[in-house]
C-alpha cells in the first residue's frame, strides 16, 4: 500500500505563520504601489505598466525569501534538503533576497524617478552601480557552483535565451513589415526580465513528497 | 535513473551535508541525485562509488526493463 508521508508539524506551523505575516506585507506593499500607480509615477506605455508590475513582483518574492532565511524549516525546505541550513547557505538566501529586492527597486526607478522629478544622473548612477554588483555576483555565483546548480543556470538561461530570441524574432520581423508598434529598449527590457523571472519556477518546481510504502 | 544513495548514506549514519562534504558538492546536488531529480556527471559518479567503496554499477541502475 502506498501513502503519502505525514508533514513535519513544524514546517506546517512555520508556513501558516509565513501566510500570515506575508499577506500583511503584501497588503502593505500593494497598498503603496496602489499610490504609486495613481498620480506619482510617470507612465506613458503598457512597458511602464509592466514594469512596475515585475517590480512589484520582485519585492514580494524578496520578502518570502528574507523571511524563510529566518526559519530553518523554511529554508531547509525551500533548499530541498534535510537538516538545518548553514550559516553561509542562510547568508547566501539573504543575499540573493537583497539582490532580488533591488532589482524590483531598479525595474521601478525610472519611472518613479520621473514622475517624483528626482535628478535623473544619480538616479541613473544608483542603476549602474546595482548593474555592477548584480554582475559580479553572479560570475561569482557561477564560479563557485557545483555541477547540478550549474546546470540548473544555464538550463534556465538556455530557457530564457529561446523564449526571448523567438519573440524578437516574431516581433522583429513584424515591426520591421510594419504590421505592429515600435518597440523600444525598455519594452524589450522588462520582457527578457519577466521571462528570466519566470522560466525558473516553471522549470524547477518542487518535487512533491515521494510515497511512503507500507 | 536509479541509485542506493540514500540507503547508504543511511547504512553510514551520514547526513546530507557529511556527504556533501566528502563529495565536494552542495547538500542540494546530494538531495537532487538521491531524488532521482539529477544524474551526477561521470566524474561525479566515480568519485561517489569511491566514498562509498563499491563497484559503480552496484550504486546506478538505469531505468531500462
Same mark, same amino acid.
Not at chain 1, 133 to 159: H, K, N, P, Q
Given at each position: ?14 508556513? $501558516?505563520?509565513?501566510?500570515? /505575516?506575508?499577506?500583511?506585507?503584501? /497588503? ?16 506613458? #506605455?503598457?512597458? %511602464? ?27 531547509? %525546505?525551500?533548499?530541498? +534538503?534535510? &537538516? %538545518? ?22 525595474? +521601478? ?13 544619480? /538616479?541613473?548612477? &544608483?542603476?549602474?552601480?546595482? +548593474?555592477? /554588483? ?13 555541477? *547540478?546548480? #550549474? #546546470? ?23 515591426? $520591421?513589415?510594419?504590421?505592429? #508598434?515600435?518597440?523600444?529598449?525598455? %519594452?524589450?527590457?522588462?520582457?527578457? *526580465? ?7 519556477? *516553471?522549470? *524547477? ?10 | ?16 551535508? !557529511? ?15 538521491? =531524488?532521482?531529480?539529477? !544524474? ?17 554499477? =552496484?550504486?546506478?541502475? !538505469? !531505468?531500462?526493463?
Amino acid at each position: 500500500m502506498t501513502q503519502t508521508s505525514a508533514p513535519d508539524p513544524k514546517l506546517v506551523a512555520a508556513k $501558516r505563520m509565513r501566510l500570515i /505575516v506575508m499577506l500583511i506585507y503584501y /497588503v502593505a506593499v500593494s497598498a503603496g504601489a496602489y499610490w504609486l500607480w495613481h498620480g506619482h509615477v510617470y507612465i506613458t #506605455r503598457w512597458a %511602464d505598466d509592466a514594469a512596475l508590475a515585475v517590480g512589484l513582483i520582485c519585492v514580494l518574492v524578496a520578502a518570502r525569501l528574507l523571511y524563510e532565511s529566518f526559519s530553518k524549516v523554511l529554508l531547509s %525546505d525551500r533548499m530541498q +534538503v534535510e &537538516g %538545518d541550513p548553514t550559516r553561509r547557505e542562510t547568508n547566501q538566501a539573504r543575499v540573493q533576497a537583497a539582490l532580488i529586492f533591488l532589482l524590483g527597486v531598479v525595474l +521601478v526607478l525610472p519611472n518613479v524617478a520621473f514622475g517624483l522629478g528626482w535628478p535623473r544622473q544619480l /538616479v541613473y548612477g &544608483g542603476i549602474v552601480l546595482f +548593474v555592477v /554588483v548584480r554582475t559580479l555576483y553572479t560570475l561569482r555565483a557561477l564560479r563557485s557552483a557545483d555541477e *547540478f546548480i #550549474r #546546470r540548473r543556470m544555464f538550463e534556465a538561461g538556455w530557457w530564457t535565451m529561446l523564449l526571448t530570441t523567438t519573440g524578437l524574432l516574431l516581433y522583429g520581423g513584424a515591426e $520591421r513589415l510594419g504590421l505592429v #508598434r515600435v518597440a523600444t529598449s525598455w %519594452d524589450v527590457m522588462i520582457i527578457v *526580465f519577466a521571462i528570466a523571472i519566470v522560466t525558473p519556477s *516553471f522549470l *524547477f518546481k518542487k518535487p512533491k513528497p515521494a510515497p511512503q510504502q507500507t | 535513473m536509479q541509485n542506493r544513495l540514500r540507503t547508504l548514506r543511511a547504512e553510514r549514519s551520514w547526513s546530507q551535508a !557529511d556527504l556533501a562534504d566528502r563529495l565536494g558538492v552542495s547538500r542540494q546536488t546530494v538531495n537532487a541525485i538521491e =531524488t532521482g531529480r539529477y !544524474d551526477p556527471s561521470l566524474p561525479l559518479a566515480f568519485k561517489i562509488a569511491r566514498v562509498f567503496e563499491a563497484p559503480i554499477e =552496484t550504486l546506478f541502475q !538505469d !531505468d531500462l526493463p
